[in-house]
């Protein structure tokens, strides 16, 4: 009679454990290689946030005026004492990003800020600077380029 039981396509309790076995193995490789490209992905918000900062230290450089002015030096990595353009080059944190009075930003720790003001021609104008903003954290970087010309005296 147990013959006839098999027969009809019924499954012993051995047979249903090693399918739920082979059925466990596959599925725990396919998370495994799921972790693994999502881990190396980017992070979406990461990058906006890297953009955001960026976007800001871009626009706030450009307002500030094009001829040099004396100032005094600022604490840290504060920037309230800046008053022109190339007071920015050079400007680099590391593991922080700062509010204009020097106040660390706790929720974008771990981000780091390079800027450069570098002299150029633009399109035949000669006084022109050339404003990268590079904004990091850990393998993820977005560099902004805005242009600056001293139209005040053209």
Same mark, same amino acid.
């Given at each position: 009679?147990?013959?006839?039981?098999?027969?009809?396509?019924?499954?012993?309790?051995?047979?249903?454990?090693?399918?739920?076995?082979?059925?466990?193995?596959?599925?725990?490789?396919?998370?495994?290689?799921?972790?693994?490209?999502?881990?190396?992905?980017?992070?979406?918000?990461?990058?906006?946030?890297?953009?955001?900062?960026?976007?800001?230290?871009?626009?706030?450089?450009?307002?500030?005026?094009?001829?040099?002015?004396?100032?005094?030096?600022?604490?840290?990595?504060?920037?309230?004492?800046?008053?022109?353009?190339?007071?920015?080059?050079?400007?680099?944190?590391?593991?922080?990003?700062?509010? &204009?009075?020097?106040?660390?930003?706790?929720?974008?720790?771990?981000?780091?800020?390079?800027?450069?003001?570098?002299?150029?021609? &633009?399109?035949?104008?000669?006084?022109?600077?050339?404003?990268?903003? +590079?904004?990091?954290?850990?393998?993820?970087?977005? +560099?902004?380029?805005?242009?600056?010309?001293?139209?005040?005296?053209?």
């Amino acid at each position: 009679m147990s013959s006839k039981r098999r027969s009809m396509g019924g499954m012993t309790l051995i047979e249903l454990v090693i399918a739920i076995l082979i059925l466990g193995v596959g599925l725990a490789g396919v998370v495994l290689a799921y972790s693994t490209v999502t881990r190396g992905a980017s992070d979406p918000v990461v990058h906006k946030q890297l953009l955001a900062v960026a976007e800001a230290l871009l626009e706030e450089i450009q307002l500030k005026p094009y001829a040099a002015a004396a100032n005094a030096a600022p604490a840290g990595c504060a920037r309230n004492t800046w008053n022109d353009l190339l007071d920015y080059h050079g400007y680099a944190t590391t593991g922080q990003v700062c509010t &204009l009075d020097g106040t660390p930003i706790a929720a974008l720790a771990g981000y780091s800020v390079h800027i450069s003001v570098t002299a150029t021609t &633009l399109g035949g104008i000669s006084a022109a600077r050339r404003v990268d903003v +590079t904004v990091r954290r850990g393998n993820e970087r977005i +560099t902004l380029t805005g242009w600056r010309v001293d139209y005040a005296s053209t």
